[in-house]
C-alpha cells in the first residue's frame, strides 16, 4: 500500500480554500463599497481534519485511491445569509463566476433532510496553482441562513456527545427546534423588505461620512484652515440634522467645492452615486 503523505495531499485544499475565502471576503466588500445589500453575512472555511476524512471514509466505504474523488468536502466554505432569498443569489453568483465550476447541487432547502437539516450545497471544482501546476479539487460550499447554521452546529455537537444515536426525546426537541426555524427563517423573510431599506440607509451614511471627511482631508490641503473649519463646522451642523438627504446634499456640495479644486473622492463615492439615482 502507498503510503499517504497527509499533509502533501491536503495542501491543494488548503490553497482553495485560503483563496476561496479570500474571495468571498472581497466580494462581500465589493457589494458594501458599492452601497448595495449584500447578501453575505459571513464567511468562513476549513479543511477537513485527516480524522474526520478517515471516519467519513469507514461511513462510507470509500477506498484510500478514491478519497480526493468520494469525499467532497475535505475543503469547505460556508456562507451564512440573513434571508433564504440571498442563499438563492448567491448560488446564482456562484454559477455565474468562470474561477469555479458548480459540479453538484443539493438542496436541502427545498428537500430538507430526515434529521431537520436545512442546508444549500454546491460542490464546485476550484483550479489551484502549485509547483507541480494547476491542479483542480472539489469543495464543498454550503450556504445557509444564520438560523439553519445555529440548529446544524447545535445538532453537530449532540450527534458527537451521543456519538450518532441521539436519544428519542432529544431527537423530538430537535425536530421541533427545526420546524421553529423555518417559522423564523419565513418570518425574517417577510421583513426582508423593511430590514434591507435600514441596512443600506445605515451603509449610505457610513459611506457619506467617509467619502465627505476624506473629501475635507484633502481639502485641507488646498485651502485655508479657517476655510477649511467653516466645511467642518457645517458638517457637524449638518450631520446632527439626522436627516439622510440633508447629508446627500452637503456631500454634493462638497464634491462641487472638491472639483473646483480637482480633488477627487472616489473611495466610496460609488455607493452614494447608487443610492442617489
Ligand atoms: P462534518 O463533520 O461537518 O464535516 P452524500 O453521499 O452526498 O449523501 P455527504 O458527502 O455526507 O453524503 O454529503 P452531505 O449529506 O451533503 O453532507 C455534507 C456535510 O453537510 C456534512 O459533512 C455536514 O457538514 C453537513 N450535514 C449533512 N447532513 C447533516 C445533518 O443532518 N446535520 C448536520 N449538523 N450537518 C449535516 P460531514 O462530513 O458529514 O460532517
Known amino acids: 500500500m502507498d503510503i499517504l503523505l497527509w499533509h502533501k495531499i491536503l495542501r491543494p485544499y488548503e490553497m482553495a480554500v485560503a483563496e476561496l475565502l479570500m474571495k468571498f471576503r472581497h466580494l462581500k466588500s465589493e457589494y458594501q463599497q458599492r452601497g448595495e445589500y449584500c447578501p453575505i453575512e459571513q ?5 477537513k481534519s485527516v480524522s474526520s476524512i478517515l471516519d467519513k471514509m469507514q461511513r462510507k466505504q470509500v477506498a484510500l485511491d478514491d478519497m480526493e ?28 463566476r468562470n474561477d469555479m465550476r458548480v459540479t453538484e447541487v443539493k438542496d436541502y432547502i427545498r428537500n430538507q433532510k430526515e ?3 436545512r442546508s444549500y450545497h454546491l460542490i464546485v471544482l476550484y483550479t489551484v496553482q502549485t509547483l507541480d501546476g ?42 421541533n427546534a ?17 430590514i434591507m431599506d435600514a441596512q443600506l440607509s445605515s451603509r449610505l451614511r457610513y459611506n457619506l461620512v467617509e467619502d465627505i471627511v476624506e473629501m475635507i ?7 485655508t484652515r479657517r476655510e477649511v473649519e467653516k ?10 440634522m439626522n436627516d439622510i438627504e440633508e447629508l446627500i446634499r452637503y456631500h454634493s456640495e462638497l464634491d462641487r467645492i472638491a472639483e473646483a479644486y480637482r480633488i477627487q473622492s472616489n473611495r466610496h463615492g460609488e455607493g452614494v452615486k447608487i443610492i442617489e439615482n
Request: charged share 30%; hydrophobic share 40%.
Open 231 to 240: 466645511i467642518q463646522d457645517e458638517f457637524y451642523r449638518v450631520y446632527q
Open 43 to 47: 464567511v468562513i472555511g476549513r479543511v
Open 134 to 175: 494547476p491542479r483542480d479539487v472539489q469543495v464543498e460550499i454550503q450556504i445557509r441562513t444564520m438560523a439553519m447554521d445555529f440548529w446544524a452546529t447545535v445538532e453537530h455537537s449532540l450527534q458527537y456527545k451521543y456519538q450518532g444515536r441521539i436519544p428519542e426525546k432529544v431527537d423530538i426537541r430537535l425536530s
Open 178 to 194: 427545526a420546524s421553529a426555524i423555518i417559522s423564523l427563517d419565513n418570518e425574517m423573510s417577510s421583513v426582508r423588505d423593511d
Open 69 to 96: 474523488e468520494k469525499i467532497e468536502d475535505i475543503a469547505g466554505i460556508r456562507i451564512i445569509c440573513q434571508f433564504v432569498e440571498d442563499i438563492y443569489r448567491v448560488s446564482g453568483v456562484i454559477a455565474s
Open 115 to 117: 434529521s431537520g437539516y
Open 217 to 223: 482631508e484633502k481639502l485641507y490641503q488646498y485651502t
